[in-house]
């Protein structure tokens, strides 16, 4: 998680919602890392997780990443937990709970869904002060 919240940190300077995700393997290595880049280059999709996901898969040469654990400073919304699904990641660690968007505590549940073909253990809460701290200090300081 410390690694997450470096790269929810590098987020904010850049102007972006202080979103961090790692994705590493089974034996605890990093295999990516990456921060949200939704508003540089503009891009929707440009979540921390969809883009650690697709480093990961481009390191491992797999869509499928059956091994990996995703650590995450937020709990993902909707489109970031489908393809934690797709990916078939193994374990989802996140820090800050999100009532509003998130799909996995909150919301949809997606994981919870019949229809959802792969479920990952999921463990909520971890650093969850510190991520849920950059997350109020980068929206203050727009408000």
């Not at 059956?66 to 909707?78: F, G, K, R």
């Given at each position: 998680m410390a690694i997450a919240l470096e790269q929810a940190r590098r987020a904010a300077t850049v102007g972006e919602v202080p979103v961090g995700a790692v994705v590493v393997d089974a034996a605890g290595r990093v295999i990516a890392r990456a921060h949200n880049r939704v508003e540089s280059p503009p891009d929707p999709a440009g979540h921390a997780e969809i883009l650690a996901l697709r480093a990961a898969a481009e390191v491992l040469g797999s869509?499928?990443?059956?091994?990996?654990?995703?650590?995450?400073?937020?709990?993902?919304?909707?489109?970031?937990?489908q393809a934690i699904a797709h990916a078939r990641i193994r374990r989802l660690v996140f820090g800050a709970y999100d009532p509003k968007g998130?799909?996995?505590e909150h919301g949809p549940r997606l994981f919870s869904q019949p229809t959802c073909h792969h479920r990952p253990e999921v463990v909520g809460g971890v650093e969850e002060t510190a991520a849920s701290a950059l997350l109020k200090a980068f929206f203050a300081a727009r408000r």
């Open positions: 869509p499928r990443l059956t091994e990996c654990d995703l650590v995450v400073t937020l709990e993902p919304c909707a489109m970031c937990a998130g799909a996995v």
